[in-house]
Nanobody, 119 residues
Framework: QVQLVESGGGLVQAGGSLRLSCAAS????????MGWFRQAPGKEREFVGR????????YYADSVKGRFTISRTNAKNTMYLQMNSLKPEDTAVYYC????????????WGQGTQVTVSS
């Protein structure tokens, strides 16, 4: 089993920055990737970005590309989401998730952390 715990959310003004953390415990090795997702009120959950376990490569949704950066610790048990140039439309609950295989849905999810960007 894997437990994921997000932290770092909060209230920030438009144009500001926040860094979210996702701490993984339990089985923390040999997963395919870890990802960030977000869900705004009244909207479906959307993909933000992910980092692959094997080589640390990253991939981002177009809506955040160039503004958000995903990284991880060398031990690969903590993932970060650095969010710069935040916009009000980035307001959402942010979730981290871990996937064991590339061809499967994400297996484990955190409880989420609220990010609110004021205009």
């Amino acid at each position: 089993q894997v437990q994921l715990v997000e932290s770092g959310g909060g209230l920030v003004q438009a144009g500001g920055s926040l860094r979210l953390s996702c701490a993984a415990s339990g089985r923390t090795s040999s997963y395919y990737d870890m990802g960030w997702f977000r869900q705004a009120p009244g909207k479906e959950r959307e993909f933000v970005g992910r980092i692959r376990w094997s080589d640390g490569s990253t991939y981002y949704a177009d809506s955040v590309k160039g503004r958000f950066t995903i990284s991880r610790t060398n031990a690969k048990n903590t993932m970060y989401l650095q969010m710069n140039s935040l916009k009000p439309e980035d307001t959402a609950v942010y979730y981290c998730a871990q996937r064991l295989r590339y061809d499967r849905p994400y297996d484990y999810w955190g409880q989420g952390t609220q990010v609110t960007v004021s205009s």
